[in-house]
T-cell receptor
């Protein structure tokens, strides 16, 4: 079945880059996503990448996909205190059911 | 405001009781998804409805049921509540069903506390 794994916690200093990693097991995954959850709020879609892409850049966000190793990463450049949140990796096979990872809590130290 | 509305925001109830959580999807979205978020289980998919019909089922207990109404709002019914049902319940919506997915729009959740 589908399984998405993430480390639970990451701490970085303001201004540094953050890299959040994710591994997934379903080789049929078609779309991979990163969601952000701020305290007391729902999940917000940050970015997504198709499985036939290696990289996607969107302002301070860079997504890297290694399909062979089933590894996805999210790099946040110049991390700010407002980036403190839980980040969820997710995958789907093109139909609507999306499987989420356990979430990585990013703490940004001023 | 994401456009997905969930009510109530907070709910405290006793074990054995029954509650109903409500979700209004973003305007134009036909699919509604329910997720349960607890500290030890992460974000678990419960069930999906598309245009009034059940489309996919996840780890939903038999004590739980859901439906989507003609106006596309959805309700999640939780009965015979147990302490372990305490969690955040999220509703999400998306425009379509079987076509590819650009991601969901989430509501802000209903926090259920069973005492």
């Amino acid at each position: 079945g589908e399984d998405v794994e993430q480390s639970l916690f990451l701490s970085v200093r303001e201004g540094d880059s953050s890299v959040i990693n994710c591994t997934y097991t379903d080789s049929s995954s078609t779309y991979l996503y990163w969601y952000k959850q701020e305290p007391g709020a729902g999940l917000q879609l940050l970015t997504y990448i198709f499985s036939n892409m290696d990289m996607k850049q969107d302002q301070r966000l860079t997504v890297l996909l290694n399909k062979k190793d089933k590894h996805l990463s999210l790099r946040i450049a110049d991390t700010q205190t407002g980036d403190s949140a839980i980040y969820f990796c997710a995958e789907s096979r093109g139909y609507q059911k999306v499987t989420f990872g356990t979430g990585t809590k990013l703490q940004v130290i001023p | 405001d994401s456009g997905v509305t969930q009510t109530p925001k907070h709910l405290i109830t006793a074990t054995g009781q029954r509650v109903t959580l409500r979700c209004s999807p973003r305007s134009g979205d036909l699919s509604v998804y329910w997720y349960q978020q607890s500290l030890d289980q992460g974000l678990q998919f419960l069930i999906q409805y598309y245009n009034g019909e059940e489309r996919a089922k996840g780890n939903i207990l038999e004590r739980f049921s859901a439906q989507q109404f003609p106006d596309l709002h959805s309700e999640l019914n939780l009965s015979s509540l147990e302490l372990g049902d305490s969690a955040l319940y999220f509703c999400a919506s998306s425009p379509r069903d079987s076509s590819f997915n650009y991601g969901y729009t989430f509501g802000s959740g209903t926090r259920l506390t069973v005492v």
